[in-house]
């Protein structure tokens, strides 16, 4: 199953408009003035790599250049912790894949498309560090001008890298694009960091902006539940004051009942997964204290033990259905205030 980081990113950057924004900011200059923007498409199934792991998953788009020839635009989304020091050869074989699979759909073609191949990375760990070029991964003999000779023989293969741990946050909210695209960027720069609770609440304007756009409040819920998954108490406890700003009471409880609704249907898609009764149970107990968490409801560590270990469906069905509404404690768990 996909993790937060694949399916947060998968839905920011698999739409063309806020995918340009992220191939806009990395791409050379002479090549974002040659593209013709209008024509980038995402290809369906794009993921045709068995060996993707879960610390990755990919985005493909077709452009075309202002000239009419086509381009191929690979993205390689990297969400794990750690640099990957043969990241150039896995991006190789991953081109190469991309490009076996267009000979097959193209069998009359005598050449093959330009490819641009680009890996964001957001891990927690510091900046990308990994050689970018293929030719870097080889032993050479010892000696500067022999070294010359060899590596003039070696493949050459180079991927872009738009590493976000390295960009300051002004530099990323100066990016041109839509406010979705510069508030994940900056999601994704702070999503595993000590900071982002603080944060949270000083980007409130460009919350703002996200929830005007188009789609807006759905790309909000998006980011919450987000949000939700990789942030501790004071995230969520940051991310329900920016909604409360941003929609306003009634507004933010209707977005967390319908949140509710949807973590509803994913524990019982995770209880078919995973086929025990318990892993449902467990997945409802924590989906209660979320949205507790995000409607600025106070839990005590008793309350919070007591929603953990309870082994009764039907009352933990009871206790979220009352959560989506709640405003104090005693109005979920009666039984436990009084």
Known sequence: MSGPHDLFARYTFGHPE???????????AHVV?????????????????????????DLLFTARLRTGQPLLLYVLLEHQSSVDGW???????????HMERWRQEHPDSTGLPLVLPLVMYHGPEGAWTAPRRVEELFILPEGEEERARWRALLPRFEYLLDDLTAEREEALKARSGPPLARLAWLVLRHGRSGELARRLLEWEELFAQVHADNEGSEHLVVVIRYLLWVG????????????HSVLGRQRTEELMRSYGEQLIERGLQQGLVRGREEGLRQGRAEDILRILTMRGVQVDEAARQRILSCSDMATLDRWLDLSLKATTLSEVLDDLTQ
């Not at 806020?18 to 050379?28: D, I, N, Q």
């Not at 990241?87 to 894949?97: D, G």
């Not at 108490?233 to 329900?240: F, I, K, N, Q, T």
């Open 232 to 243: 501790g108490e004071p995230v969520h406890e940051a991310a329900g004051q920016v909604l």
């Open 87 to 97: 990241m150039a050869l896995r991006m190789l074989r991953y081109v190469v894949r």
């Open 18 to 28: 806020r995918a340009a924004a992220e191939l806009r900011a990395v791409l050379p």
């Open 33 to 57: 003035s040659e593209v013709d923007w209008s024509s980038l498409r995402r290809e369906p199934g794009s993921v045709v790599d068995p060996e993707l792991r879960e610390t990755e998953s």
